[in-house]
């Protein structure tokens, strides 16, 4: 039975209506993750490495496509609330359309950009091939990309969230299956990796496209629609604040591994890279949740519904604190296993990856917090504190933990930096609900 965004939420409901966001997101960061495990154990540290060192440049062009679904979710949202139905479903074909545009753009600049981003990021030799390689052929499919990104929001917005799911879940049997097919089996290589990510894309971007486009029962389809940048504008600077986090973390990723290169090598980016999928999945349910919820307390701030937001916001953090402290856990717990079976060919890098996880998952304590934080003032149509916390959260607070705990502690200051970053986040994230409280009513 489908739940309606204008129904009252108890926790039960809040739970089963954003739970398909949050498999959503992990099966695409399991996807993700299935291509450094592939390539880590059949092809070799080198191009797992590579990968690693170019994903930052490949994830801050794909930023855009959370910019375009999470600005632009809650600006369809809120119109539905309004009860202004045809004018939201030409909202959202207008971004989709841009998303189209922007990601043909992106994805040419580049694919001629690459190489010489991955050089400057100290790329040589097989290293340098291999990232040029990874990268291009991602580039050639960033449309797909975008919009799978995209949808994984608007599916919420039109009450469709198990089918987003079953799209999402799709993609990612594609992408593991041809990864083993490719890689394991056929011995493709890297390239072969690379092939089984876009095909999955193309499942998660291009089928949505066809369902959307076509007469359905769900609350969007494509149409025609005329070109109003005042409404692209408006969606874009709501979810500017996504765009400042996936860029941020693009940015902040990059002086990671520039860090470590300089403090352990190919072994050090290699390490990183092992956190970096774990983390990818653990912050996917945080990320789950804030776009399965977001639609629904945009609708209800639109339409007035002040004591229901109220309960949406108590609930919500509760689900974020009982998540915090079961994701620390489990992370502290399966950090060993996790290392070893990334890297266990490799002892010494295999207890490097140990070590540093250990520290590293201390940040699951805050960022949920911080995550919901942002997302939820993009709901509320506030894109201007939501991209405040994300600024200060993923760049100014992380670049200046990378930059200065390395040089007091070494090797450790590199794997306690997100955790003092998501801690002094966490402080501005508390700041904005106490200012914010009386304007918006939610406490």
Not at 270 to 277: E, K, P
């Amino acid at each position: 039975m489908r739940i309606q965004l204008s129904e009252h939420f108890d926790y039960s409901k809040l739970i089963r209506f954003v739970l398909p966001s949050v498999i959503m997101m992990v099966f695409t960061s399991i996807y993700t993750v299935v291509d450094g495990l592939f390539v880590s154990n059949f092809v070799g540290k080198t191009p797992f490495a590579a990968i690693n060192l170019i994903m930052p440049f490949l994830m801050g062009i794909a930023a855009m496509g959370f910019m375009f679904g999470t600005g632009g979710s809650a600006l369809v949202a809120i119109t539905l609330g309004e009860g202004r139905r045809e004018r939201a479903n030409q909202y959202f074909s207008l971004i989709i359309y841009a998303a189209i545009v922007t990601g043909v753009v992106l994805g040419a600049v580049g694919f001629f950009a690459v190489g010489p981003i991955a050089s400057a990021m100290g790329a040589t030799g097989s290293m340098l091939d291999d990232c040029i390689l990874y990268g291009r052929i991602l580039l050639v499919f960033q449309p797909t990309y975008m919009l799978q990104i995209a949808f994984q929001s608007f599916f919420v917005t039109a009450e469709k969230p198990r089918l987003g799911l079953w799209f999402t879940v799709g993609a990612g049997m594609t992408n593991i299956v041809l990864d083993a097919l490719f890689v394991a089996v056929f011995r493709w290589g890297l390239a072969g990796a690379a092939f089984a990510t876009v095909m999955s894309q193309v499942v998660g971007g291009g089928l949505p496209l066809i369902y959307f486009a076509r007469n359905n029962d769900s609350l969007l389809r494509l149409t025609r629609t005329p070109f109003t940048p005042r409404a692209l504008l408006r969606a874009c600077a709501n979810g500017s604040s996504e765009l400042m986090t996936n860029l941020s973390s693009s940015v902040v990723n990059t002086l990671y591994n520039l860090q470590l290169m300089e403090l352990a090598g190919e072994d050090g980016v290699a390490a990183y890279g092992v956190l970096m999928y774990i983390n990818f999945i653990f912050n996917a349910i945080f990320f789950g949740y804030a776009i399965g919820s977001a639609p629904v307390i945009s609708y209800q701030y639109g339409a007035g519904n002040t004591g229901e937001l109220r309960s949406l916001f108590r609930k919500s953090l509760t689900i974020t604190a009982l998540c915090a402290l079961v994701l620390t856990a489990l992370a502290e717990v399966l950090s060993h296993p996790l290392s070893v079976l990334f890297v266990g060919y490799d002892p010494a890098l295999a207890e490097m990856t140990y070590h540093g996880f250990r520290i590293y998952a201390l940040a699951f304590l805050f960022c949920g917090f911080n995550v919901f934080g942002s997302a939820f003032f993009t709901a509320l149509g506030n894109g201007g504190v939501s991209a405040a916390i994300s600024f200060l959260r993923t760049l100014v607070f992380q670049v200046a933990a990378i930059l200065l705990l390395p040089f007091l502690l070494g090797l450790d200051g590199v794997w306690l930096a997100i955790v003092a970053a998501e801690l002094c986040a966490l402080a501005v994230t508390v700041a904005f609900f106490l200012l914010c409280r009386r304007r918006y009513q939610y406490a």
